[in-house]
C-alpha cells in the first residue's frame, strides 16, 4: 500500500533521545559495511529539509561550524557521562569536525561509523575492566567520593578512567552491600549487570547508529528537531495515536529473556487468563501454524514487532511462566491480536472531597488527570467513531462530573509533556465559549490564529489546572489560554517553557514507497504564542498560586537548551476575559500557606524536595561505608517515623510503599510481579500536591461565594460561560 499521510501538526515536548549506550540490542552492526545507500539517500533528504526556510522555522546552513557542533552532539549522544572515550579518542576525531557537514550533503555519512567503531572497542575494554574488578576486594573505609555527574567535566585519558571506574564500581558494590547482599552475591549481580550492558552495545543496528548520527545534525539545529527511523516512526505514532494492534502487553528485556511486565486492561493477553507479570516469552510463531522461532537474545523492538500485527490474526507465544525454571518446557498460547488502547497514557478521572473547615462546607472537587494529548490520526482521518482523542475522553469525565454535581474541576497536566496541537485547541474549548486559542507564528513571520469554533462550553464551573516543570508544549497551550481567558486558576510550578510546534514529515511521501525506507522527521516548523500575544518559549506559564519548584530550572526545561528560541511577543488576539483572580490570590495564597504548614503530607514532600535538590547539587557520592551507612540508617528512621506518624493521623498508606530502602538494584534486575506491585500501590497513594489544589479551588468558591464586592471584581457581571463559581 502506498504511504501518502498528510503532514500531522504536532506541538511535542520533552522527546528525549536515549543515549546510545543505554539502548538494548541484537543484531550486529554490520561495521564493514557500512550506511546503506538508503541511509545515504535519507541523509540527504534530512539536509535538504533542515536547511530550506520552505520548511523548517529557523533553518541553518549545514557549514564547518555546524559541523563542530554535530561532531560534539553525537559524542555527547554516545557517551553523555564521558566514561567510555579517553581525551585522546576525542582529539584523534578532530579530523572530523569540519567534514561531517560535507558527509550529511553528500550521503557519505561513513564518519558515524568509523567513529562508533572505536566507541564500541572502548565499551568493549571498559566493561572488562570493570568486570575484572570485581575478582578483588574494595576498601570502604576511606574517605573517597565518587564524582558521577561529568556534564561538564573535561574527557578524562585512560588512567583518568581506570579511576572513575573504580569509583563506580565501588559504589555499585556498596549501595549492593548495604542492602545486605554478599560478596559472592554482589560478584553474580553486577557481572551480570556489566555483561547485559556490555551485549547492549555490542548488538546496536546500524539504523541506530545511523538514527543517533542524523540526530546529533537535527538536534544542533533545534532541540526538538529529530529524525527517526522507519521503526522508531512506528513507535512514535503509536504513543501519539494512544493505541496500537497487538496482545496488549507491556514488555522489557531481561537478561536475554523478554518479559511480560504488565497487560492492558480488555487486551487479548489480559482477556486470555494465561498470562501475567513476570512470564517470559522465549518463543513466537505467526497464525495458527507458522513456525516458533526461538527470541532469546533478540532485541526487545525485535520480538515487538513479531508480536504485533494487524487486528484479527493470530499470534502464538511460547512462555515459561515466572514461577518456573528458565529451562523448563514453554506452554503454547495463541492469542487473536486486536486495536489495544493504552490505558496508561488515556485521561483519567477521581473525585476528591475537601472536608469542611470552619463555616466552610465540605467540597467535591472532581479531577481530570491527562499524561498526554493523544489522537489517533490516522483513525480520525477515517472518520472512524471511536478515534482516540483526549478532547473526547476528557468530554466525557466532565459530563459525568455534571452528573455528580461536583463543586469544582482540577485539570491535572503535571508531567504532561505534549502531543497533537489540534487537541490542545479542542481540549480548551471544553472550558470557553470561542474563541482564540493559540497563535502560531510560521518561519516566513505570517501569524494564523486556531480557535474554539465550537459554541458552549463542557464545564462552565469553576477550574484549576495543576502543572509543574514537566508540564510542556501542549499543555502550556490550555494552561496560558485559560489563564489569558481568566477562565480557572493555575497552581503548581512554572511550566518547561516549550514554545516550539513540530510537525512530522514522512521522507516516504516523496518517493511513495510501498514500504517505509527513509524514516520520518520531527520538524519545528513555527513558534506558538497565547492568546495574550506572549511565548511560552523559555519562560513557560507561570502559576497564580505557586508550590515549591520540584527541580531546579538550571538543570531542567527549555531554557537549559543552549540552541533554543529567546523568548519574545506578538501582539494580542482579542479574546473575552472571563475573569481577573488577582484580587484573589492574595488571600488563596494565605490560607495554602496555612494549610499546607499543617499538613505533614505535604511538609513531607517539601523536605523531600529540598534533601533531592540538595544531593544534586554536589554531584558526587560517599563511598565511606560508615558515611553511607549512617545516611541509609537516617533515612530508615525517618521512613518508620513517618509510617508511625501516618498510623497516628490515620492515613492510609500500602505496606509496600513503607519498605522503599534502596535495594542496590537496577529496574530490570528487580521482581517484575513486586515491581508492578509497588508501582500499583504508588498510583495509588495520598498525593498531597493534588489535594491541597483541589482545597486551593474549594477556598476560592467559598470566598467568592461569602464576598460580593470581591466577586465582582474577581468575576465580572457579564460574565454569562463560567458562571458558577459562587455558592
Do not use: C
Not at 482523542?389 to 474541576?409: C, H, N
Amino acid at each position: 500500500m502506498i504511504r501518502n499521510r498528510p503532514l500531522i501538526v504536532l506541538s511535542i515536548g520533552l522527546a528525549l533521545a536515549a543515549p546510545l549506550a543505554l539502548l538494548a540490542g541484537s543484531g550486529d552492526i554490520a561495521l564493514s559495511n557500512g550506511p546503506t545507500q538508503d541511509q545515504s539517500t535519507t541523509a540527504r533528504m534530512v539536509h535538504g529539509l533542515l536547511s530550506d526556510s520552505r520548511y523548517a522555522y529557523r533553518p541553518r546552513a549545514l557549514d564547518d561550524a555546524l559541523s563542530r557542533e554535530v561532531l560534539t552532539e553525537y559524542l555527547k549522544t554516545l557517551d553523555p557521562g564521558k566514561v567510555f572515550l579517553t581525551a585522546q579518542d576525542v582529539a584523534g576525531f578532530d579530523k572530523y569536525a569540519t567534514a561531517l557537514d560535507d558527509a550529511i550533503k553528500s550521503g557519505k555519512v561513513e564518519p558515524a561509523w568509523a567513529i562508533f567503531a572505536l566507541y564500541r572497542q572502548r565499551v568493549e575494554q571498559r566493561i572488562g575492566y570493570a568486570r575484572g574488578l570485581l575478582k578483588g576486594e574494595f576498601d570502604f573505609n576511606k574517605d573517597d567520593r565518587y564524582q558521577y555527574d561529568r556534564e561538564d567535566a573535561p574527557w578524562a585519558d585512560a588512567a583518568g578512567l581506570d579511576t572513575l571506574w573504580r569509583q563506580s564500581v565501588k559504589n555499585d558494590w556498596l549501595r549492593l552491600k548495604l542492602a545486605g547482599k554478599q560478596p559472592d552475591e554482589i560478584r553474580k549481580t553486577l557481572d551480570k549487570r556489566y555483561a547485559n550492558l556490555l551485549t547492549s552495545v555490542q548488538q546496536l543496528k546500524g539504523d541506530e547508529v545511523f538514527q543517533s548520527f542524523m540526530n546529533a545534525y537535527a538536534g544542533s539545529i533545534d532541540p526538538h528537531t529529530d529524525y527517526m527511523t522507519p521503526r522508531s516512526a512506528e513507535n512514535f505514532n503509536v504513543s501519539m495515536s494512544n493505541s496500537l494492534e497487538g496482545i496488549g502487553a507491556v514488555l522489557f528485556r531481561q537478561d536475554d529473556v523478554v518479559v511480560i511486565r504488565e497487560m492492558v486492561a480488555g487486551g487479548p493477553a489480559a482477556r486470555s487468563g494465561k498470562l501475567k507479570p513476570g512470564d517470559r516469552i522465549v518463543g513466537v510463531g505467526q497464525g495458527t501454524s507458522g513456525e516458533i522461532k526461538d527470541v532469546i537474545g533478540w532485541r526487545i523492538d525485535d520480538v515487538v514487532s513479531q508480536i504485533r500485527g494487524a487486528a484479527d490474526t493470530q499470534v502464538r507465544l511460547d512462555v515459561v511462566p515466572a514461577e518456573a525454571p528458565l529451562d523448563s518446557k514453554p506452554q503454547l498460547v495463541q492469542l487473536t491480536r486486536a486495536k489495544v488502547r493504552l490505558e496508561d497514557q488515556r485521561a483519567k478521572a477521581e473525585t476528591i472531597v475537601v472536608p469542611a473547615s470552619g463555616d466552610a462546607p465540605a467540597r467535591r472537587i472532581g479531577v481530570v488527570k491527562l499524561p498526554g494529548f493523544y489522537q489517533d490520526f490516522e483513525a480520525r482521518r477515517r472518520n472512524d467513531a471511536s478515534y482516540a482523542s483526549a478532547t473526547r475522553d476528557v468530554a466525557k469525565m466532565l459530563a459525568d462530573f455534571r452528573t455528580q454535581k461536583v463543586d469544582g474541576v482540577v485539570l491535572d497536566l503535571r508531567g504532561n509533556g505534549g502531543g497533537s496541537l489540534t487537541e490542545a485547541v479542542e481540549l480548551t474549548g471544553l472550558f470557553i465559549d470561542k474563541g482564540p486559542v493559540v497563535q502560531v507564528r510560521e518561519s516566513g513571520g505570517k501569524v494564523s490564529v486556531q480557535y474554539d469554533q465550537d459554541a458552549g462550553v463542557a464545564w462552565d464551573g469553576p477550574l484549576a489546572v495543576l502543572v509543574n516543570r514537566g508540564s510542556a508544549s501542549a499543555s502550556e497551550i490550555v494552561a496560558g489560554a485559560i489563564k489569558d481567558y481568566g477562565r480557572g486558576l493555575v497552581i503548581g510550578e512554572t511550566t518547561f517553557g516549550k514554545g516550539t510546534v513540530q510537525t512530522m514529515v514522512d521522507l516516504d511521501r516523496w518517493p511513495a514507497n510501498e514500504k517505509p525506507r527513509f524514516g520520518e522527521v520531527k520538524l519545528t516548523v513555527a513558534q506558538f504564542f497565547r492568546p495574550d500575544g506572549s511565548s511560552t518559549q523559555n519562560k513557560g506559564v507561570t502559576p497564580d498560586v505557586a508550590f515549591p519548584a520540584s527541580v531546579d530550572s538550571s538543570e531542567f526545561g527549555e531554557s537549559t537548551y543552549p540552541n533554543a528560541l529567546p523568548w519574545t511577543r506578538i501582539a494580542s488576539a482579542p479574546h473575552l476575559r472571563y475573569g481577573n483572580f488577582a484580587p484573589l490570590l492574595g488571600a488563596l495564597g494565605a490560607r495554602h500557606q496555612a494549610r499546607s504548614a499543617k499538613d505533614v503530607e505535604y511538609q513531607w514532600w517539601v523536605e523531600d524536595v529540598r534533601r533531592f535538590r540538595e544531593e544534586q547539587a554536589k554531584k558526587s557520592i560517599s563511598l565511606n561505608e560508615a558515611e553511607r551507612r549512617a545516611e541509609r540508617d537516617r533515612f530508615d528512621a525517618q521512613r518508620k517515623q513517618r509510617a508511625e506518624e501516618r498510623k497516628r493521623l490515620g492515613i492510609e498508606q500500602d505496606p509496600l510503599l513503607e519498605s522503599r530502602a534502596d535495594d542496590g538494584l537496577t529496574a530490570d534486575e528487580r521482581n517484575v510481579a513486586d515491581s508492578v506491585a509497588r508501582e500499583a500501590a504508588a498510583k495509588k497513594a495520598t498525593d498531597p500536591l493534588l489535594r491541597e489544589s483541589a482545597a486551593i479551588l474549594a477556598d476560592a468558591i467559598g470566598l467568592l461565594g461569602k464576598d460580593a464586592n470581591l466577586a465582582a471584581q474577581v468575576l465580572p457581571a457579564t460574565r454569562n460561560a463560567a458562571g458558577h463559581w459562587a455558592d
